[in-house]
């Protein structure tokens, strides 16, 4: 487990005629009176980075562990390496690696005997793990932290030390729940390009995440779930072009009601948000033309992304 592919030529790429990695098919799942996966359908192909996005209590933590059989669908069916869960799910698992949302890391081993406990519960030999720690640990970036408890890691340590775990049985899918929430910019990046190393190595990796430049910079495609319902699925750029169009105009200023009346006819599309009113435009001319130099009037362009697609889908409202 070297890191030669990383650097070396293109990704083995997404293979769109073969057997899915994963199918999930008209699964349902209540708790309770509360359903919290409602009809969800998706598939992710081999090969692939897919990603679930949704606000939190979407049901993303859920449909992960129906994949993975730690919990049964009421109904619908799925698939995970090609076999049934949760009736073949032990079976299924031998050929996945998990980093589940909160890291459950023994945090009075150290980093290497995390690693060896782990790759027991997979029947790999004392002799086996030692062959293999070396490379998790570079794999990981960890290999100065061996012998440190798990205790003194920082946080983007830790969850380095729950991927590079749920490589031990060297999976070909990797299932991750939110891998980069609570991590500072550095600490996710770091996670970004270790992912990216996975994918160029085939692997296929199906992440969760409520950070749309997460999403945007490794999935291939995405699922928008909302109430345990799919509200949209694509590439992010085919989602960008069709939820949003081409241009965002932020503008900031005191009385962003006033300036929504006057642009109208110049805009696709408007929103309000607190002090700032949201352009969606094709043609941004003619509203850089009415803001330019006005006073007390601030303004940005930029190209529209995928979190102005999630925030048009799921409300710029907080919900708690
Ligand atoms: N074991 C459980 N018992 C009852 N309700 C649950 C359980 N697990 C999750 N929920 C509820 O299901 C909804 C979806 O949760 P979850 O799948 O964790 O969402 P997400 O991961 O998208 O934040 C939430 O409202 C949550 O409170
Ligand atoms: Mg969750």
């Known amino acids: ?10 990704r083995p790429g997404v293979d769109e005629r073969g057997a899915p990695a994963i199918e ?3 699964v349902r799942k209540h708790y309770g009176e509360r359903s919290v996966v409602d009809g ?11 990603g679930l996005l949704g606000p939190n209590g979407a049901g993303k933590t859920t449909t992960l562990k129906m994949l993975l059989g730690i919990t049964s669908p009421d ?42 406990v782990f790759g027991r519960y997979f029947g790999l030999t004392g002799a086996r793990m030692d062959a293999l720690v070396p490379s998790l640990l570079e794999f990981a970036r960890l290999e100065s932290k061996a012998d ?22 060297d999976p070909d899918v990797l299932v991750m729940d939110e891998p980069t929430t ?38 291939d495609r995405v699922c928008v779930i909302e109430e345990g319902r799919k509200i949209a699925e694509g590439r992010p750029h085919d ?18 009601q006033a300036l929504a009346a006057e642009l109208a006819p110049l805009v696709e599309r408007m929103e309000v948000s607190g002090e700032t009113l949201f352009c969606y435009v094709d043609d ?31 409300g710029r409202e907080m919900v708690d």
Not at 1 to 10: E, F
Not at 77 to 94: D, M, N, Q, S
Not at 186 to 207: F, N, V, Y
């Open 239 to 256: 989602l960008v072009e069709s939820v949003i169009g081409s241009d965002v105009i932020e503008i900031y200023g005191p009385d962003p």
């Open 40 to 50: 969800l359908s998706f598939e992710v192909r081999r090969g692939e980075c897919f």
């Open 182 to 219: 609570g991590l500072d910019p550095q600490a996710r990046h770091l996670i970004w390009e270790r992912l990216r190393s996975l994918l160029a190595r085939g692997k296929t990796i199906l992440l969760t995440t409520h950070f749309m430049e997460e999403a945007e910079r490794l999935c």
């Open 75 to 116: 109904s619908g069916a799925i698939r995970l390496v090609g076999e049934p869960v949760p009736a073949r799910a032990r079976h299924a698992r031998e050929r996945v690696g998990v980093v589940p949302q909160f890291d459950n890391l023994d945090p009075d081993f150290t980093v290497r005997e995390n690693l060896v």
């Open 284 to 314: 941004p001319q003619p509203v850089h033309a009415r803001v330019k130099g006005r006073a007390g009037v601030r303004y940005l362009h930029r190209p529209a992304n995928l979190e102005d697609v999630f925030l048009r889908l799921t």
């Open 148 to 169: 440190a408890r798990v205790g003194e890691l920082s946080g983007g340590m830790k969850r380095r030390l729950t991927l590079a775990r749920a490589l031990v049985n």
């Open 1 to 10: 487990m070297t890191d030669q592919t990383l650097h070396q030529g293109a």
């Open 24 to 26: 999930f098919s008209e």
